[in-house]
């Protein structure tokens, strides 16, 4: 009799106190796996255009930064709550361009100023698709380019670096690219900074995290 005590004991099912914190534990890691994950900008739709021509005028500061391909045609979003600086960086054109979000940054400066001419900053939520337009005051050019209503994207180039996570874009504004002049897209860049306002998670909590599930299986094995 004492043995099929100890059997009936071996397959018992675990105790409702043993599931809960079990569901606790697998609970906690998915929402540390959640808030682990690297914040990125998102590019919907468009096509890998190669990198500029010689006749963009910041090609080789560019790449001296590491950037080295180029999306046109694409939409840009974020895939987590953040901030999104923009920094009106270079631009190559005999026109007066803008660019539009929650503030405006109108063409000035031509040379390129990696830390930005001037800058401003909007707040996003996960999947939001940035709200931006470049503008020009040439009579040749089809704009505004915007983002947002993916409006004229054919206009903005999405430059960015294959060996890093996209939180470093630079967007090229094409402000004649009906084929009058050129399709260099130089002729206003703005550099885009998303910075995540997730709390990222220590790798302690993971430690602790799999140390709790560890001590579970424990208790399990010793009732049985």
Same mark, same amino acid.
Request: charged share 15%; net charge negative.
């Given at each position: 009799?004492?043995?099929?005590?100890?059997? %009936?004991?071996? $397959?018992? $099912?675990?105790? @409702?106190?043993?599931?809960?914190? +079990?569901?606790a534990c697998a609970a906690m890691l998915a929402l540390v796996s959640t808030l682990s994950a690297q914040a990125a900008f998102v590019i919907t739709g468009g096509s890998a255009a190669g990198w500029p021509a010689s006749g963009n005028d910041f090609t080789g500061d560019l790449e001296n930064l590491g950037y080295n391909q180029m999306t046109t045609r694409g939409q840009l979003s974020v895939d987590m709550d953040g901030t999104v600086t923009f920094y009106y960086i270079a631009a190559e054109s005999s026109?007066?361009?803008? +660019? $539009?979000?929650?503030?405006?940054?109108?063409?000035? @400066?031509?040379? +390129? @100023?990696?830390?930005?001419?001037?800058? /401003?900053?909007?707040?996003?939520?996960?999947?939001?698709? &940035?709200? /931006?337009n470049f503008n020009s005051t040439s009579a040749k050019a089809l704009s505004p380019v915007d983002n947002f209503s993916g409006s004229n994207l054919e206009?903005?180039?999405?430059?960015?670096?294959?060996?890093? $996570?996209?939180?470093?874009?630079?967007?090229?504004? @094409?402000? %004649?690219? &009906?084929?009058?002049?050129?399709?260099?897209?130089?002729?206003?860049?703005?550099?885009?900074? /998303?910075s995540s306002t997730v709390v990222p998670v220590p790798a302690a909590a993971w430690l602790f995290s799999s140390g709790l599930l560890g001590l579970i299986g424990m208790a399990r094995r010793r009732k049985q």
């Open positions: 009799m004492r043995l099929a005590r100890n059997v %009936n004991a071996a $397959t018992a $099912t675990p105790s @409702n106190h043993t599931r809960q914190l +079990f569901a026109y007066t361009n803008s +660019f $539009t979000g929650s503030s405006s940054m109108t063409e000035a @400066n031509h040379s +390129f @100023n990696w830390d930005g001419w001037s800058s /401003f900053s909007i707040d996003v939520s996960s999947g939001d698709v &940035l709200d /931006f206009g903005l180039g999405i430059m960015s670096m294959s060996s890093k $996570t996209s939180t470093d874009l630079v967007l090229a504004y @094409n402000d %004649n690219y &009906l084929g009058y002049l050129d399709s260099d897209f130089d002729d206003m860049l703005v550099r885009a900074k /998303f």
